[in-house]
């Protein structure tokens, strides 16, 4: 029984032992998770920092990309891409042409302004398979077409970098300017080596003209006013320096009784000399179609004081255009263009020498000349295109000189060729005729007028057909 007992406490003390030993266990576990999670950051501050660092580069980012967007829209001014009422823009020609020559932003315009309008003017391009239709619905309600894209024709000018004319508003060189309002840029003008004085003094180097670009040059065209009494010395040595292959003159001298054109070039055969340039007549023609008259005169430009060989210069002169009018038919015009093109065939590689033209100011008949001439070699080219855009040809023609296709009519008319042209509209075969046709009033000349006394060798001839020929300009 004492055994009994005896081994009894022996195992309830070792249980004991046991159980007070797995509680100093337990609480020493207990005390140590304790100090650990005691010791361990709260979950939220942990996450805050893991954000943080990500949140300040996106942050940073989004400064940077805005601040590079600001610095490309103020460098390239392209508030016109942000501005709803632009629905225009600037240019000329296979686009790709000239994007690809750099001297085109350095003579004719501002660069940024003329890569965005060349963007925003394609709105206006006449699909060739279309152009009747398309160009029926801009004569709807009178016209309304044409008349808005003729207004945001002029609006461009509100948009796009101004070009200075400083040279032509020096007080010497007031004078020389034949209107007020129609001014040479000075990016594009002529500058003249010798000037003939002019008049009034001021810089011997200018003259009221402009270099134009062609169908695939730059430079093809000089687009001057009519020479006046005192410029008619520095026209014909701008004819010398540029070594021009023709003259084409698309005004009368006189026109409802304002003087549109000064009589520069000899009407007879013999010569004269023009501030060193002596200029000879050698041959003339006359052409009639469809009651339009035009001459064409053979010359020859010599200089007294180079020792060169003389030069051979066309005089073409269309006689039955109007100021600020139109030619009617138009494929009457356009008949006048290929006879000039047969004359001035246009080079294939080599850049030409420049065709000097004008009427009175320079900027809308010779306009709308130079632009029927590029639609004629665009659509007679190799690759004939899917689509024209007089608009865009003009307006680039209005970054080198202003106001070029000056009046709707004008403007109107050339689509109106475009579309003789797209469908091939017979054509009016110019009949040569004898010169003594040439009459005064054709000119718009009288007698005392011509510096030679004597228009052609008709003109005194027919003083009595002249007072009739008057009555009806």
Request: hydrophobic residues 35%; contains cysteine; aromatic residues 8%.
């Amino acid at each position: 029984m004492h055994l009994l007992l005896s081994d009894f406490s022996t195992d309830a003390d070792d249980f004991l032992l046991e159980t007070s030993t797995e509680k100093e266990v337990s609480s020493s576990t207990v005390v140590s998770s304790t100090s650990s999670s005691s010791s361990a950051a709260p979950p939220h501050e942990e996450e805050e920092n893991k954000w943080l660092l990500p949140t300040i580069i996106g942050v940073g980012v989004l400064l940077a990309v805005l601040l590079i967007s600001f610095i490309i829209y103020k460098k390239f001014g392209c508030f016109g891409l942000f501005r709803k009422k632009l629905k225009l823009a600037i240019p000329i020609k296979k686009i790709s042409i000239l994007s690809t020559r750099p001297s085109v932003c350095s003579s004719a315009s501002s660069c940024g302004s003329l890569k965005v309008a060349l963007k925003r003017g394609k709105k206006y391009g006449v699909p060739l398979s279309q152009a009747e239709v398309h160009i029926g619905k801009l004569e709807e309600d009178k016209d309304a077409g044409f008349s808005m894209e003729f207004q945001a024709l002029k609006q461009l000018l509100i948009y796009m970098e101004p070009l200075s004319t400083g040279a032509a508003l020096q007080a010497g060189n007031i004078v020389r300017n034949r209107f007020s309002n129609i001014l040479p840029f000075d990016k594009t003008r002529v500058v003249l080596k010798k000037g003939g004085g002019g008049g009034g003094g001021g810089d011997n180097d200018y003259i009221n003209a402009n270099y134009v670009s062609g169908y695939q040059f730059e430079r093809e065209f000089i687009a001057t006013q009519g020479p006046m009494k005192n410029t008619v010395n520095d026209f014909w040595n701008m004819c010398w320096e540029s070594n021009c292959s023709c003259i084409v003159m698309l005004t009368r001298c006189y026109e409802k009784g304002v003087e549109k054109c000064y009589p520069y070039w000899p009407t007879e055969i013999g010569s004269r000399n023009c501030g060193g340039v002596r200029v000879s007549l050698e041959k003339q023609a006359a052409f009639r179609a469809e009651g339009h008259l035009w001459l064409v005169s053979h010359l020859i430009l010599e200089n007294d004081e180079e020792e060169s060989q003389p030069r051979p210069v066309i005089h073409i002169v269309f006689l039955s255009w109007p100021d600020f009018g139109v030619v009617e038919p138009p494929q009457i015009l356009i008949s006048f263009v290929k006879e000039f093109r047969k004359l001035v065939p246009y080079p294939e590689k080599a850049p030409p020498k420049p065709v000097v033209i004008h009427c009175s100011a320079g900027v809308g008949r010779s306009g709308v000349f130079i632009t029927l001439d590029y639609l004629m070699q665009e659509l007679q080219g190799e690759r004939r295109p899917h689509c024209v855009n007089i608009f865009q040809i003009v307006a680039r023609m209005r970054r080198e000189r202003m106001a070029m296709v000056q009046t709707q009519a004008q403007y109107t008319l050339i689509y109106k060729c475009l579309l003789c042209l797209v469908n091939n509209t017979p054509l009016a075969s110019p009949i040569m005729v004898s010169s003594d046709e040439i009459q005064v009033g054709d000119w718009g000349l009288s007698s005392d007028t011509n510096p030679n006394n004597n228009v052609s060798n008709n003109v005194n001839n027919n003083r009595r057909n002249s007072n009739e020929s008057k009555s009806k300009l």
